[in-house]
């Protein structure tokens, strides 16, 4: 089967498209650049955890087992060819992380090129040591991600006997270590329940925030849609406002709830983060897997289509400059979001939610985001966050 990229190229070469009177043309903008401002290092294949949400689904490295990671002289090479490109800050994730046999090397380098680090972790491996290595960092951020205070909870979530006590541990290791880190819990069934318990939890252990995750659609996550361990959209509407305007009043630590943006609040939307809650940058990110292959993100691990190139192999200025992919989403986003993407009034700040599970649906990059297409099916969008003329 031939990649995205490969049918692009064919389509534009043997059989252009056409222009249409209703379709919007497909022109650089020459005096607007694209500075690469964060890579999403996806340090390993594996993970000590067996998440049934993960949208990656890496696999289990329990018993003596090990696999595949990225290179440290790989990871070295990406980010001198990135700093030109405008690069500030680096996320790394998983897999888990802070597996990754050269943690303490990479976690050097990124404080010594002095670029903003964010990590995603589970938090068992999160020593004293290590999180105040992790501290030396510029502006360093970390999300650890708890799905139920209850073990029972938790652990049916994460599939590894014990693992909530170790992930507590490791939450009060970086809390000595200054932080106040961001609690990350993603709401099924399961666990809707412990949504106000666990923000209490949260606030007791020194957390700065907590966020609540949609789970998406995407490998595991989408084994749990299929059956019926995720929330209906309208139960997740009805929980985004509850959050918004209850929850968050009797909290004293930030609260956020990753709906689309045309779900929040007025007061949220022209907040601090102008409505764009879990969206990522997309015209300003890149992702780099553990085996060294550029991708959109870490869909790359499930949809081929969306990796672009080798950086044993790439020069990281040709695939961010000429990779037909992320040329696409420059020229086509918003204007070329279909369905009620289209038709709503936020698509500038939340650019169809998020591009690489558009793309795992439908296998189109202007697909409208499942969340939302969903709720117009139900009757749930909400009215006022479409153009008059729809």
């Known amino acids: ?6 049918q692009r190229r064919e389509a534009s070469t043997v059989n252009p498209e056409p222009e249409t009177k209703n379709k919007e043309p497909r022109t650089k903008n020459p005096e607007r650049s ?4 964060q890579l999403y290092f996806y340090l390993t294949e594996g993970c000590n955890l067996k998440c049934r949400h993960c949208w990656i689904q890496p696999k289990f490295q329990g018993s003596g087992k090990s696999y595949p990671a990225l290179e440290f002289d790989l990871f070295r090479s ?15 994730t998983g897999g888990e992380p802070l597996i990754h046999p050269q943690i303490n090397q990479l976690l050097d380098h990124v404080r010594n090129e002095e670029l903003r680090l964010t990590i995603e972790s589970n938090g068992v491996c999160i020593t004293p040591e290590l999180a105040e290595q992790i501290k030396s960092c510029k502006n360093s951020f970390v999300s650890v991600s708890i799905d139920g205070i209850k073990p029972e909870t938790h652990e049916w979530v994460r599939g590894v006997p014990g693992c909530l006590d170790q992930s507590a541990r490791g939450i009060r290791n970086l809390v000595d270590a200054g932080f106040n880190p961001q609690i990350i819990m993603s709401v099924m069934r399961r666990n809707v329940e412990e949504m106000a318990p666990l923000v209490a939890w949260a606030e007791s252990k020194g957390a700065g925030s907590v966020k609540f995750n949609v789970v998406q659609p995407t490998a595991r996550g989408e ?5 019926g361990e995720t929330l209906s959209v309208q139960e997740l509407a009805d929980l985004g406002r509850w959050v918004e305007t209850v929850l968050s009043k009797k909290s004293g630590i930030r609260l956020v709830f990753s709906h689309p943006a045309a779900f929040h609040p007025l007061s949220r939307m022209f907040g601090e983060n102008g409505g764009r809650c ?9 992702g780099v897997l553990a085996d060294g292959s550029y991708a959109l993100c870490g869909i790359g691990e499930t949809v081929k289509d969306l990796i672009f190139g080798h950086a ?8 961010w400059e000429h990779t037909p992919i992320l040329q696409d989403i420059r020229e086509g986003l918003p204007n070329r979001l279909e369905g009620v993407c289209g038709e709503c009034i936020m698509k500038e700040r939340c650019l169809g939610s998020c591009v690489a599970q558009n793309y795992y649906r439908s296998k189109s990059l202007w697909a409208p985001y499942w969340y939302c297409d969903e709720a117009k099916k139900e009757g749930l969008f909400p009215a006022s966050r479409l153009h008059p003329a729809c």
Do not use: R, W
Request: net charge positive; glycine share 12%; aromatic share 6%.
């Open 223 to 227: 084994k749990m849609h299929d059956a």
């Open 78 to 92: 990406i980010i001198k060819q990135a700093k030109p490109l405008g690069l500030s800050g680096v996320k790394l």
């Open 1 to 6: 089967m031939k990649d995205y990229n490969t």
């Open 278 to 286: 879990g969206v990522c940058g997309i015209f300003g990110i890149l």
């Open 34 to 37: 694209y500075p690469l401002n």
């Open 312 to 319: 044993g192999e790439d020069k990281l200025k040709d695939i």
